[in-house]
């Protein structure tokens, strides 16, 4: 049996709510930190897991060269919540479920000279600001919910990376926009990664290939699934999801190299694999 572990945010529903595994593979489900354990202890063979677990382990994990979860500019999900002024951060939550978003969010803060103290702490950014926090890191849905609590109401003139970043008090940070404010690339939060010595079956690639494009291709179906589950108003879901790369295309690599340079100067080359058929 070959085994897949799947981050399940909404982000990657596109791809993975049409998926039909072939026989021969099973599928668990966790959040990123979870993930990431199971694939470098063997639990389970493939992931789409932090893209900066895949640039420390490289030496052992190979990326699939056309799959990421990347954006250019705003990712609405990967969000620090902070009650006074970035610069004057001094003490920050970060949840335990990140390790991407929790590195991306180190670069950021040594390059404008900033080193508050990080804590891992759960509960939502109100509980962690009220508890005397001043900033709170958090990803995946809640974190997209949490953000439109704060930007929200969206009407229908208004375009989302318009909407205001303060409310109460709290002022929203988007991390994937501030990576491009400092770089001018995409940032690659997740690629689908696999132990060297554990390729995935040309079928299981394949069936992810088509049920993309099936997701991408019937996305207003996929966002309108995910609002209701999620309490938000469609077009929001459907904005968040269109504004992702799912590709790993050129310039995502860019940003991923960019970003592994920052994160880890001295990584091991990256491996991408296996080819796509034709190359
Ligand atoms: C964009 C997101 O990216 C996720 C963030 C991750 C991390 O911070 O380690 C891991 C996988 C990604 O899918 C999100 O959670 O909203």
Redesign the pocket.
Known sequence: MYRAGW?H?T??APILDDLVLPAGVNAVTGV?TQMNAALLSGEVDIA?I?AVEFIRNADQLAALPDFS?AVLGS?Y??NLFHSVPWEDLKRVALTAQ????VALLEVLLRESGLSPSLERAEGTAQELLAAGYDGVLR??DS?LREWYGVVGPLTETTSMTALPHHKGGVTVTDLAQKWFELTGHPFV??VWAYRQSAPPPAELLQAMRVARRHGIGHLEEVAQRHAQRLGLPERVVQHYLWNFRYHLEAPDRLGLNEFAAKVAPNHPPLVFGPALPGD
């Open positions: 981050i945010y982000n990657v990123p789409n932090s979860v990712v999900s990967v990140s390790a991407t978003s990803i995946g974190a939060f997740a």
